[in-house]
Each structure stands twice: as C-alpha cells, then as structure tokens.
C-alpha cells in the first residue's frame, strides 16, 4: 500500500522482503525454527507499523499490519507454549 499510495520504494522493499521470509517460512513449517521466524517478522511489524500509526494516526495501512501481526503473534506464542517447535519425539 504504501507504494501504491506513495511510490514508496522502501515500502516496497520492506512488503516484499518479509513476504519471502513468511513464504518461504509457510513453505518448509514443520521446520523447528519456523514458529520462532514467524514470530519475529511479526513483532517486527508490530513494532514498526505501531510507530508509525503513532506518528501518522493513519488506520490504513499501519493498524491493519499491527492488528494482523498481533494476531499471528498470539498463535505463534500458543504454538510454541502449548504444542511445541517441534524438537519434541512421540515415541
């Protein structure tokens, strides 16, 4: 959006690189350390997007990313928590 918005390329690079971190992450997520990267470009986005919804008070498209993100944090968190990185062998 923010290059559709803006001709922001830095917006742009930013969409696409964590794009390929996630894609990439989605594809192989039975991978161990596949909860933890998730979780990570997700409070990297809560924590960008967050500061500049604070400057801006704009809700498109910064809100959207840190609601959504908050979202995929708490399922990784859980994910973690409660079923594991998948280290565990059920033997």
Partial sequence: MGYVK???????LAGLICGVIIILTGLNYTAHDAPYVALLVALVLIVLMGRRYLNTRKAMPALLIVVLSLIVAVVQVYILLCVGNGTEHWF
């Fill in 6 to 12: 803006a001709k922001s390329v830095p917006s742009l």
